[in-house]
């Protein structure tokens, strides 16, 4: 069951060659085996799944198909809130919440008749690229259980890569989705700012938060795409009326596709072998049709910057509700209420969501705002008007996702600064509000998957999966599991 994509678990579902407590039943096997080492999981619940495998079953068994996910296992990222299920998002903070509303994904997924497993860990508030910030331990690359799984959606990366569970929903706030998916051989896409409601997502940069689906292949990530996508009433920045629609079939081919390779991600730090896979890739697809040039991307030196005084501006404003008085934990034996509110949010945030928050209040403070924050936004503006500009000459940028394949675990918990800059070329696709996907691409001489980028226009998810589709019909990269002899 392992080799099957989600699509295909869930026709030989329909079609009564498995049923949906086999599949559920499956993948809880795998978790069971696998999850002590990698600790993909932040919570788990083989009794509900269990429960809501009848449901669908019977539904299946009526002659329904909700969609053709139905019957599918499926885990979340533990900072997308679930009625009954604990909302951690990996803090000490939220120790012992459990909301009582469901994300508007939640409602969607289930209404699809996909059954979750559990809550997927993260980093902190979904602050960094390592998975390792969090209160629940780090989750390790299922490759290579030495090194990270990326961040912050690495519980969702590695419970997908290490076949606990076949499709995973995270969020992708500077890379959060396609880095680690990057880092652990899968497939994800990050959709367009406005294309999926963020509705009962713990925010972290309002302007920049996306959730998005992770999966094995681009088809399936497409599929879930589709069923979470659309205009919602609880989320004022998703406006986009009509979701997205997914097509199975890759198409006919790439002719007249304008692809274009930003030859300046290649100047420095980046490393050879993922150099090699990324022009190779592009090579591949210039045989299959498409028309392939470099170009020089702008602002490059300015994404970093910006994208971190944003991100933490906007951090320091959302974080500031966790108060000590609301919900979750709260530190004991303050003497007054200012004692509480200083000792709860000392001792209840990490290390990086508190260098976060400073950073954030000290770039929104009197002084500083127009020095900072203001050239900041500045910066991502005129990176919007560049991506139009690029995009009347091309149809999709191809790019690495990351400059390294993943880095050993703790390498980088002391050089913050190393960590942000992996964050290169993801960041502008959020600040610019684009799509993206990432796929992987080959393998480096240590075995360690590499992850390719695929950056659209605003709202052309098709024309992204399209062109994703063809990459994987046409390479097996995206079927090779941790373990097993690949080629690279």
């Known amino acids: 069951m392992e080799h099957l994509s989600s699509l295909e678990l869930s026709q030989s579902i329909v079609s009564k060659q498995l049923s949906v407590m086999e599949a559920v039943d499956f993948y809880h096997k795998n978790y069971i085996e696998k999850d002590g080492s990698i600790n993909a999981f932040s919570s788990y619940d083989y009794d509900y ?8 079953q019977k539904e299946i068994d009526a002659g329904e198909s909700p969609s053709p996910l139905a019957g599918v296992p499926i885990g979340i990222k533990d900072n997308i809130s679930m009625k009954g299920f ?27 008749g996909l059954i979750v497993m559990g809550k997927l860990n993260m980093d902190e508030f979904a602050m960094g690229s390592s998975s390792e910030t969090g209160s629940s331990g780090p989750v390790k ?9 990326g961040g912050s959606s690495g519980g969702s990366a590695a419970a997908v890569a290490a076949r606990e569970i076949p499709l995973a929903l995270g969020s992708d706030t500077g890379g959060s989705i396609r880095q680690p998916c990057a880092f652990c051989g899968i497939s994800g896409i990050k959709p367009s700012y406005g294309r999926v409601s963020r509705y009962g997502l713990v925010a972290y940069a309002s ?6 689906p ?21 989320d004022e920045a998703c406006t986009i009326r009509e979701p997205y629609r997914y097509s199975m079939s890759p198409g006919e081919g790439l002719r007249g596709l304008r692809i274009g390779i930003p030859e300046n991600y290649f100047e420095q730090g980046i490393d050879e072998e993922v150099k090699e896979k990324i022009i190779s890739a592009g090579e591949l697809y210039k045989d299959l049709g498409a028309d ?79 020095a900072y924050y203001k050239k900041a936004d500045q910066v991502r503006q005129a990176l919007g008007e560049s991506y139009k500009k690029i995009f009347e000459d091309f149809d999709v940028i191809l790019s690495p996702v990351t400059p390294t394949t993943a ?15 992996g964050d290169i070329f993801t960041v502008s696709v959020n600040l610019a509000g684009l799509p993206a996907v990432s796929l992987p691409c080959g393998f480096d001489s240590r075995r360690l998957p590499v992850g390719l980028q695929l950056i659209g226009n605003y709202l052309s998810e098709e024309t992204l999966i399209r ?13 090779a599991l941790p373990g097993a002899g690949h080629e690279s």
């Open 407 to 421: 880095y050993t675990l703790g390498s980088s918990m002391m050089d913050p600064l190393k960590m942000y800059m």
């Open 207 to 212: 302007s920049l938060d996306q959730i998005g």
């Open 467 to 479: 062109t994703a589709a063809v990459f994987q019909s046409h390479t097996d990269f995206h079927k």
């Open 49 to 56: 799944a269990s429960r809501r495998a009848r449901e669908v």
């Open 214 to 234: 992770m999966g094995r292949t681009i088809g399936d990530c497409s599929a879930l795409l589709e069923i979470i996508s659309g205009q919602d009433g609880m």
């Open 141 to 149: 690359n299922p490759w290579d259980l030495s090194r990270v799984a």
């Open 86 to 112: 604990p909302l951690g998002c990996s803090s000490k903070m939220l120790d012992g919440y459990t909301p009582v509303f469901n994300a508007t994904v939640i409602d969607k997924i289930e209404k699809a």
């Open 292 to 370: 392939l040039s470099y170009f020089s991307m702008p602002l490059t030196e300015l994404m970093i910057p910006s994208y971190y005084i944003i991100a933490s501006a906007e951090a320091s404003s959302n974080l500031s509700r966790f108060d000590g008085l609301t919900y979750g934990y709260q530190y004991e034996g303050a003497g007054d209420l200012q004692e509480l509110y200083q000792a709860t949010r000392n001792t209840g945030f990490g290390l990086e969501v508190k260098r976060r928050i400073m950073l954030g209040s000290f770039v929104l403070s009197s002084g500083y705002y127009d």
